[in-house]
Structures are given as structure tokens and as C-alpha cells.
């Protein structure tokens, strides 16, 4: 019962630090498409 409850516990705190990444990664990507929509403005 207590190492089924641990594995548990490790995998919510993956998830918690993968959606960690993953808002991380939108923010770059946001970021990212505004620079690349000026460049083509500019164009």
C-alpha cells in the first residue's frame, strides 16, 4: 500500500513539472510566432 501510494506521488509531481515545461515551451513558441509574424509584416 505505501509504494503504490509513493509511485502515485511521482507521477503527479511528473505531470506537475510537465506542465510546467509545456507552458514554458508555449510561452517561447508564442513569443516566437510574434517575432516571426513582424518579420512578414515587414516583408
Known amino acids: 500500500m505505501k509504494h503504490k ?5 511521482s ?4 505531470f506537475d513539472s510537465l506542465s510546467i515545461v ?10 516566437f510566432g510574434e517575432e516571426t509574424q ?4 515587414e516583408e
Open 5 to 9: 501510494k509513493k509511485i502515485h506521488h
Open 11 to 14: 507521477v503527479v509531481d511528473f
Open 22 to 31: 509545456v507552458g514554458d515551451l508555449s510561452l517561447r513558441l508564442g513569443m
Open 38 to 41: 513582424v518579420v512578414s509584416y
